[in-house]
C-alpha cells in the first residue's frame, strides 16, 4: 500500500475532526464533509469491522497445523476369578491397574502426522508376588501419499480464507466509495435545495411587488379588474411553491446530518452552511477508454469477483486431490523398560526391548460418486465465475460509458440553461414594460415570470448535476477514493495471470 501524504485522507485512523461540538452550525466544504463522514458515519464503521472479523478465519485454519498436547491419566481395580494351574481349577484374583500418557502430535502442510508419544502402564496383579511398571517411547509418522499428500491441497483451506479476507477488504473499499459519492452527492444536493428556496424567495417578492403594481394600475384605471386574479394565482403558486422548497431543503439537511453524524447535543437540529463555489468546474476529461481502463483495474467490485475466481480454482485443486484414493504410510518406532518400579522402568529403556512397525493403508470408496460429484461442481463453478466475470467486464464498461455521456450531457446543459434564463429575463421585462403600458395582460406576466423561475431552476439544477455526474463517473470507474486521496483497503489490483495456481 502506498505511502500517505498529509493530506490524504484514511478511513482506518482519521485525523482529529477540526470541527467544534455543541450546536453550532457546521460549515463545510465537500472535502469536510466526507471527513466527518470518514470519521464518524455509523454504517461505516459496522463495515470497518468485517476484515477483522475475516481474519480470525485465517486463524483458524492456521490453527489446523499447531501442535497439540494430550494428557491422560487413569487407574482401576479389578476383582474376579481365573483359572488355576492347581487341581482346584478356580482361584480368585484382585488386580490394580495405572495408565499415563503424554503426546505431541502435529499435522504439516505436506500431510504428515507426527506424534511424539510417553507411556507408563502399572500392573500390580494377586496372581503375581511383584508389581509390573512398564514404560515405553515411541515415535509415530503417517504420511498421505495419494489423498491429502501435499502443501497444494493442504493449505486451500487456509488460502481459501486469505482470500475471503481479500475479498471483505474490497468489498469494505467498495462501499467506502459509494459512501463517499453520496456524501458529495447529498451535499450537492442540500446546496441545490438551500438555493431553490432563495430563488423562490426571490420569486415571491418579484410577484409579490407585481401584484402591488397590478393593483395600482387597477387603481387609476390603466388596468381592469379581471386582471387581478392571474397576478394573484401566481402570488400564491410561489408561496406554494416556496413551502415545497423549504422542505425539501430540511429533508436534505436531514440527509446529510445522517451521514456525517456529527459529535455533541441535538445533532439532528443542527444547522449546516456549505462552503462552496458556484460556479463551473475546470475539469477536462479524459478519452473514455482511458476511464474504461481505470474501471477495469480499479473497480472494487471487478477485484472482488477476481479474488472468487482464485478461491474457485483452489476449490478444485482441493476436490481433484479428492478423487484420489486413500494411500498412507506410516512407521512407528519405540523403546521400552520394564522393571518392579516406576522409576526404574525409565532408567531400563536403554535395554534391548523395543517395536518398530511399518505398513500402508489402503481406502477407496468402490463408485467413488461423492468426490466426483464434488470435482465436477468445482469445475462447473469456476466456469461459471469466469463467465460471469467477463460479463461484469461488460457491464462495467457500459456504465463507464453511459456516466461518460451523462457528464458530457450535463456540461453542454450548463450553457443551455443559462441562456435560456437570459432569455427568460428578458421576456418577463418586455412582458412587465406592455403590462404598463397596456398592451399585455397580467397572465401573460405571470407566465413569464414562471418560466424565469423554472429556467433559474434549471440552470442550478444543471451545474449540481454536472458535478454529480462527475462523483458519479469517478465512482464507476473506481478512481473516486484516489482522486480524494483517500486511503482504504483493496487498493491493489488483482492480477490472475499471476494468481492462480
Do not use: C
Not at 518392579?340 to 468402490?366: C, K, M
Amino acid at each position: 500500500m502506498a505511502k500517505k501524504t498529509d493530506d490524504e485522507l484514511s478511513i482506518i485512523s482519521p485525523p482529529p475532526s477540526p470541527f467544534p461540538t455543541g450546536s453550532l452550525p457546521l460549515k463545510l466544504t465537500t472535502a469536510d464533509a466526507v471527513l466527518l463522514t470518514l470519521k464518524n458515519n455509523r454504517s461505516l464503521m459496522v463495515e470497518q469491522l468485517n476484515p477483522a472479523i475475516q481474519n480470525t478465519f485465517e486463524d483458524a485454519e492456521r490453527a489446523i497445523f499447531d501442535p497439540f498436547a494430550t494428557i491422560e491419566i487413569s487407574s482401576g481395580r479389578t476383582d474376579g476369578k481365573s483359572q488355576s494351574s492347581s487341581s482346584t481349577g478356580i482361584r480368585e484374583f484382585s488386580e490394580v491397574g495405572a495408565l499415563g500418557v503424554i503426546s505431541l502430535k502435529q499435522y504439516f502442510p505436506t500431510g504428515a502426522t507426527v506424534t511424539l508419544e510417553g507411556k507408563t502402564e502399572m500392573n500390580d496383579s494377586s496372581l503375581y508376588r511383584d508389581a509390573l511398571y512398564w514404560s515405553r517411547l515411541g515415535l509415530t509418522v503417517n504420511q498421505a501419499l495419494l489423498s491429502g499428500a501435499g502443501t497444494a491441497v493442504n493449505l486451500v483451506r487456509l488460502r481459501q480464507a486469505r482470500l475471503d479476507t481479500r475479498m471483505s477488504e474490497y468489498e469494505l473499499r467498495g462501499f467506502t466509495q459509494s459512501l463517499v459519492a453520496q456524501t458529495e452527492e447529498t451535499y450537492w444536493d442540500y446546496a441545490l435545495a438551500k438555493r431553490r428556496v432563495e430563488i423562490y424567495e426571490e420569486s415571491l417578492k418579484v410577484a409579490q411587488d407585481q401584484l402591488n403594481e397590478a393593483l395600482a394600475l387597477i387603481e387609476v384605471g390603466r388596468l381592469a379588474k379581471s386582471e387581478l386574479p392571474a397576478s394573484q394565482a401566481e402570488l400564491a403558486s410561489q408561496e406554494q411553491g416556496l413551502i415545497d422548497a423549504r422542505s425539501k431543503r430540511k429533508i436534505a439537511r436531514l440527509n446529510l446530518i445522517r451521514l456525517l453524524n456529527p459529535s455533541g447535543v441535538n445533532a439532528w437540529e443542527r444547522e449546516v452552511d456549505l462552503i462552496y463555489q458556484p460556479a463551473l468546474p475546470n475539469i477536462k476529461l479524459d478519452p473514455v477508454p482511458a476511464h474504461v481502463e481505470v474501471a477495469k483495474r480499479s473497480r472494487p467490485l471487478l477485484n472482488e469477483t477476481r479474488v472468487q475466481l482464485m478461491r474457485n480454482d483452489l476449490e478444485v485443486v482441493k476436490t481433484k486431490n479428492g478423487l484420489l484414493p486413500l494411500l498412507d504410510l506410516f512407521v512407528t518406532l519405540g523403546k521400552s523398560g520394564y522393571a518392579d518400579s516406576f522409576g526404574r522402568s525409565f532408567q531400563n529403556l536403554t535395554e534391548d526391548e523395543y517395536d518398530a512397525y511399518v505398513g500402508i493403508q489402503f481406502q477407496y470408496p468402490i463408485f467413488n460418486r461423492g468426490p466426483q460429484s464434488n470435482y465436477r461442481r468445482s469445475m462447473l463453478n469456476r466456469e461459471q465465475a469466469q463467465k460471469a466475470l467477463d460479463n461484469l467486464l461488460q457491464l462495467v464498461e457500459l456504465d463507464v460509458r453511459i456516466a461518460y455521456v451523462e457528464v458530457n450531457r450535463t456540461r453542454e446543459q450548463i450553457g443551455a440553461s443559462a441562456t435560456t434564463r437570459r432569455f427568460s429575463e428578458e421576456t418577463l421585462r418586455i412582458e412587465t414594460e406592455k403590462l404598463r403600458v397596456g398592451q399585455s395582460t397580467s397572465l401573460l406576466v405571470a407566465q413569464a415570470q414562471r418560466d424565469l423561475l423554472i429556467s433559474r431552476i434549471a440552470e442550478v439544477e444543471a451545474l449540481a448535476s454536472y458535478i454529480k455526474a462527475l462523483i458519479h463517473l469517478y465512482r464507476q470507474d473506481g478512481s473516486l477514493l484516489e482522486r480524494r486521496g483517500i486511503v482504504a483497503p483493496g487498493r491493489e489490483t488483482v492480477n490472475l495471470s499471476r494468481a492462480r495456481p
